[in-house]
Each structure stands twice: as structure tokens, then as C-alpha cells.
């Protein structure tokens, strides 16, 4: 027969001083508990996430304005030196595109 050993109960070959129960117990809820949330920080995060937003897409269409801005300006600048070298060549004029 196999002898099961307890902790809680005293060994007969160790002294009774030296044997002292087991008192640390895991405390384990079922159902974990969570705090509530601070209403009033949620709101101001809430702002702060619709206030970027908003920054975001602002910037986002200026690049975009400012992008078509610049390459109308290249486009007419393109057209201009086309027209320049043109006339320069009906005249007989030797002129650099610049």
C-alpha cells in the first residue's frame, strides 16, 4: 500500500517545532473585477482623437491643393519654354531654355 503524505499533518519522524502549517492561499476570483472608466477622460480623449482627425484631413487636402498649384505652375512653365524656343527658332535666335 502506497502512504499519500500530507503536509498539513506532522511527519512522526520530523519534531512538531519545526512543522508549521501552510497559511499563503491564492486568492482567485471567478469573475475578474474591472474598474470603471473616468467618463470625463474618456470624453476629453474622445476630443483629442476628433480634433487630429479633423487636423489630419485639413492638411491631407492642402498637400493636395498645394501638389495640383505646383503642377499647374510646371505645366505653364513647360508650355512657356516650348513657346520660347519656338519663337527663338522662327527668328534664327540661339537661346537656352531656362
Same mark, same amino acid.
Given at each position: @500500500?502506497?502512504?499519500?503524505?500530507?503536509? %498539513?499533518?506532522?511527519?512522526?519522524?520530523?519534531?512538531?517545532? $519545526? #512543522?508549521?502549517? $501552510?497559511?499563503? %492561499? &491564492?486568492?482567485?476570483?471567478?469573475?475578474?473585477?474591472?474598474?470603471? =472608466? !473616468?467618463?470625463?477622460? #474618456?470624453?476629453?480623449?474622445?476630443?483629442?482623437?476628433?480634433?487630429?482627425? %479633423?487636423? !489630419?484631413?485639413?492638411?491631407?487636402? /492642402? !498637400?493636395?491643393?498645394? &501638389? /495640383?498649384?505646383?503642377?499647374? %505652375?510646371?505645366?505653364?512653365?513647360?508650355? /512657356? !519654354? =516650348?513657346? =520660347? &524656343?519656338?519663337?527663338?527658332? @522662327?527668328?534664327?535666335?540661339?537661346?537656352?531654355?531656362?
Amino acid at each position: @500500500m502506497s502512504e499519500t503524505h500530507d503536509p %498539513q499533518v506532522a511527519d512522526p519522524e520530523t519534531p512538531q517545532a $519545526d #512543522v508549521q502549517p $501552510d497559511t499563503t %492561499q &491564492q486568492v482567485t476570483s471567478a469573475s475578474p473585477t474591472t474598474r470603471p =472608466k !473616468n467618463p470625463k477622460r #474618456v470624453a476629453a480623449g474622445k476630443a483629442i482623437a476628433a480634433k487630429t482627425k %479633423q487636423q !489630419n484631413k485639413t492638411t491631407k487636402q /492642402n !498637400n493636395k491643393t498645394k &501638389q /495640383n498649384k505646383t503642377t499647374k %505652375q510646371n505645366n505653364k512653365t513647360k508650355q /512657356n !519654354n =516650348k513657346t =520660347k &524656343q519656338q519663337k527663338c527658332v @522662327m527668328h534664327g535666335w540661339s537661346v537656352t531654355p531656362g
